[in-house]
């Protein structure tokens, strides 16, 4: 059957664009550590960003469900609240990797666990420049679960190159850096660079 279309003068609406999983986690993570109250909207309802949710649950934040889709977090201090100090992460390496950086400069011990698939994936690309940094990060031959210590850290200057499966374009490359950009808010590291090739480069200082 054929339908003609007639040109219409304008187009109104509103559409409400797919959860994303990667936005979620950060959202989580930036309203937990945050002073004040957030609302997130479009929550993704995927395990892994649950993981991130219940382990800041964990950590003391106040997280509440307005409905299915909608959160209202209530951030600040960190305290945690885990009293044998593990922190399941579940299948999320999402996660553990943007935990980590946090964790490592707070002033509590943490045992960040995964699943059976999450502890055989890599985590040194995390473990080495946070150690560079003065962090005391321990793990299973760079594996999960990793025993953090939390410390007074350092700025350094860091370089990454372009060998990570994860770095497939820009866009990937600053969703990457981005563990490292909490790490620096919340911990107030002077001074980190980071440079790859000649395409990008990122610099974070709060030297006057």
């Known amino acids: 059957m054929l339908k003609v279309v007639s040109k219409s ?11 994303d999983k990667s936005i ?3 959202a989580v993570i930036l309203s937990s ?48 609240l885990s009293s044998d100090k593990i922190y399941p992460c579940g299948n999320s390496g ?3 990797r943007l935990v980590s950086g946090i964790l490592a400069g707070e002033n509590f011990e943490a045992f960040l666990t995964g699943d059976e698939s999450l502890s055989k994936r890599p985590m040194k690309r995390i473990i080495e420049p946070l150690k560079l940094m003065g962090a005391d990060i321990s793990s299973m031959d760079g594996k999960a679960p990793l025993y953090i210590r939390g410390c007074q850290l350092q700025g350094i200057e860091y370089f990454i ?40 480069r990122i610099a ?3 030297d006057e």
């Open 94 to 96: 999402t996660t553990m």
């Open 204 to 206: 974070i200082s709060d």
């Open 9 to 19: 003068n304008c187009l109104k609406g509103e559409i409400i664009i797919p959860a």
């Open 24 to 26: 979620s986690h950060r």
């Open 161 to 200: 190159l372009p060998i990570f499966s994860i770095i497939v374009n820009c866009t990937s490359f600053i969703i990457y850096w981005l563990k490292f950009v909490f790490l620096i808010l919340w911990n107030q590291i002077t001074t980190i660079y980071a440079q790859w090739g000649d395409i990008i």
């Open 33 to 80: 550590i945050a002073n004040g109250e957030a609302i997130i909207k479009n929550f993704s309802n995927g395990a892994d960003c649950h993981s991130t949710l219940n382990l800041f649950k964990l950590l003391g934040t106040t997280i509440e469900f307005i409905n299915k889709k909608t959160l209202k977090i209530k951030g600040g201090k960190l305290t945690p």
